[in-house]
């Protein structure tokens, strides 16, 4: 149906009927108008996993069973472009299956702090990698004919006082941090829906905040889709209408106030129409959507969700080359995590899993020789004397031991924060006393976010396994004993603790106001400028194999003028190893010689790529105005200097193998 008909619908609704339309039928549904033919559009949870009703008994309030692919904070890891396409496209072909039209998805929300609780929902605490992941993700769900919606837009950084926190930043924050990965997003993949996050902004709800919606999202970003509310999101319908928020979600019993005000006058009924009819539109893609053919098979799917993981996991150790693992040899696995891992976080994104398969299971039916012993309850963390004297038992008696640990369920939720960031003290107790007797010792952590480490030069190897789905422990298992080559890189480092975050002594914010100081210092850019160590930085991730790089360069010399020109920088990777195995090209631009305060290094472009033992590739990047330009909060717009850039190829945000300056005129 083209805009023209869909028009014309609109001319034959009543009020009350337009008004109905723009909130909805019940928690998941928009409202049908039957006597025009005008159906529902249904929305469900996600984004990792569908969390969908047995539509053939809504009073049951049964949710059915589903794939729980990585979370959104371990695929983040993987700098994988193709592999969040290609789970898009798994999760598009659920969503058929159970009947849905709208995957509420993915999060794209900036990391200030290792505490907020939502984390393991968002990907990065850096804007491009975001953006960049983000629209893969939107681009492979929405080609099976399912739309998606980009949340939460925007800066919603905490969990604390979530509905009425006021995010106070000013305009270079907004525009270089938490803004970029929406942009990103709606300019590469035009996701069908965006939704309209619980904070406020500036002191306006995100909701109502017309500065947001309409200038920025639809006027200057040329987002053609529909924005809808997080569910309970909208207090005031009259302003939300008119600051282009079409769909409140989920049903209200404020349609009247609507109504009211298109007759006193206060909504002039042609922006009511304008919501009706993104609203409308949104009915008939999903109409439309339904006749692709889309096949999904659970047990397929679950495998590639276990393919998903273990090219996401990130090696942060391995002295000596501890992994992977002798299948031959006897392994002791202790930690109850190795028999039912912690695969993701509580909250409206909580899965119900068609199998799982824990490391136990998996490393079994390897052949492994592995006896266990759980050590500590996996709801709460803590031991008791009779389960930690039985791990040290065991320990006792094993040459090499892998442990299990992370954070607990309780810890890592929708809709609260975490007071610290630090492991349960239980667990921290077992790793020191392993590693003494066991000196072989390798750590798995299962956690949504960075956590204290104060044990880290203990054991011979970390993996960070993340909250990696219900084929969590498959895919550990398979990288511990080498059937994969481990190739995930950080997409968030990992302070050595809480105090150094630069968030620290802002984040939660005094009432409801809450107040971004740090501004562009975020992450990596605050550690590098301020040449911080950190216990694991941004990018970092190890392999089984080796990369050397060389040949780095660039295709002009001259000044460049980003207004007109591009630069294209190549750099040769050879695989030096004997093993095969995926690298993380990161370039990164280093602003130098320039006036504007400015991070010392951020990230301009990855490639993830594939090479045999002896193989070499070139890579090359092209960077254009916006690899270079911050935001000029005189003129309101993105501006490029003139200066001197250094050109970075870096192992991760920190190390820097090779670098060429550029300048800008």
Not at 30 to 40: Q, S
Not at 68 to 79: D, E, K, L, R
Not at 328 to 340: H, K, L, T
Not at 378 to 400: H, I, Q, V, Y
Request: charged share 25%.
């Amino acid at each position: 149906m083209d805009k023209n008909d869909i028009k014309r619908l609109i001319g034959e609704l009543t009020l009350e009927e337009k008004a109905g339309l723009t909130s909805g039928e019940d928690q998941w549904m928009t409202k049908a108008v039957e006597r025009l033919g005008i159906g529902h559009a249904r929305t469900s949870d996600g984004p990792h996993g569908i969390r969908a009703l047995d539509y053939t008994d809504p009073k049951a309030n049964v949710t059915m069973p589903a794939v729980c692919f990585p979370t959104a904070v371990t695929t983040a890891s993987s700098f994988d472009r193709d592999m969040l396409f290609e789970m898009g496209e798994e999760l598009g072909s659920e969503c058929h299956a159970y009947g849905v039209d709208v995957l509420l998805g993915p999060g794209v929300n900036m990391k200030r702090s290792p505490l907020c609780g939502r984390n393991f929902e968002y990907f990065s605490e850096d804007p491009l990698l975001a953006g960049e992941l983000g629209a893969a993700f939107v681009n492979g769900v929405q080609s099976k004919g399912v739309g998606t919606s980009l949340k939460h837009y925007f800066a919603n950084s905490q969990e604390t006082r979530r509905f009425t926190s006021s995010s106070e930043m000013d305009e270079r924050t907004m525009r270089e941090i938490y803004l970029p990965a929406f942009e990103t997003v709606v300019k590469k993949a035009q996701p069908w829906t965006v939704m309209a996050a619980y904070n406020k902004i500036g002191g306006t709800h995100a909701t109502a905040n017309k500065t947001a919606l309409d200038e920025i999202l639809r006027k200057e970003w040329g987002f053609e889709g529909l924005v809808v509310s997080d569910w309970g999101a909208t207090h005031d319908r009259v302003g939300a209408i008119l600051a282009g928020t079409d769909l409140t979600m989920p049903a209200e019993d404020t349609d009247m106030q609507i109504v009211e005000a298109v007759k006193n006058g206060t909504l002039p009924e042609e922006a009511l129409d304008k919501c009706c009819e993104r609203v409308l539109e949104l009915v008939f893609k999903a109409e439309e959507g339904r006749k692709v053919s889309a096949e999904f098979d659970p047990e397929k799917a679950h495998e590639k969700a276990r393919k998903y993981a273990a090219n996401s996991m990130v090696l942060l150790k391995n002295d000596g080359d501890f992994l992977p693992l002798d299948k031959s040899e006897p392994i002791a696995f202790i930690g109850a995590f190795a028999d039912v891992p912690r695969f993701q976080g509580g909250g409206s994104s909580h899965i119900i899993p068609t199998k799982i398969t824990g490391a136990l299971k998996a490393a079994s039916e390897k052949g492994c020789k592995i006896s266990y012993a759980p050590a500590y309850d996996p709801a709460t963390g803590k031991t008791d004397t009779k389960l930690f004297t039985e791990a040290l038992d065991l320990a006792k008696k094993s040459e090499k031991t892998v442990l299990f640990i992370g954070l607990p369920d309780s810890m890592e939720y929708e809709g609260g924060d975490r007071p610290h960031m630090k492991l349960p003290e239980d667990m921290n107790r077992l790793v020191e006393a392993v590693c003494t007797i066991c000196p072989d010792t390798a750590v798995v952590l299962h956690n949504g976010s960075p956590v204290e480490i104060p044990w880290a030069d203990k054991p011979k190897a970390i993996l960070e396994a993340y909250l990696a789905g219900q084929a969590s422990g498959g895919a550990a298992a398979d990288i511990i004993f080498g059937d994969v080559n481990p190739s995930g890189r950080l997409a968030e480092s990992f302070p050595k603790k809480l105090e150094d975050n630069p968030s620290y002594l802002y984040y939660i914010g005094e009432d409801d106001r809450v107040t971004y100081n740090e501004g562009l210092f975020i992450g990596y850019r605050y550690y590098e400028s301020k040449a911080m160590e950190v216990l694991y930085p941004f990018g970092h991730g190890l392999s089984y194999t080796s990369f050397e790089y060389s040949g780095m360069d660039l295709d002009r010399w001259r000044p460049l003028d980003p207004e007109t020109e591009t630069v294209t920088v190549t750099v040769n990777v050879i695989n030096t190893g004997k093993r095969a195995g995926y690298e993380v090209v990161q370039l990164y631009v280093h602003p130098d010689h320039v006036k504007m305060i400015r991070p010392k290094r951020e990230l301009k472009a990855f490639k993830k790529i594939y090479l045999e033992p002896g193989e070499t590739k070139n890579v090359s990047f092209t960077l254009g105005k916006r690899a270079f330009a911050c935001w000029d909060p005189v003129s309101h717009g993105w501006t490029v200097e003139k200066g001197r850039f250094g050109i970075e190829i870096c192992r991760n945000a920190h190390d820097v193998i090779a670098r060429r300056d550029l300048w800008t005129r």
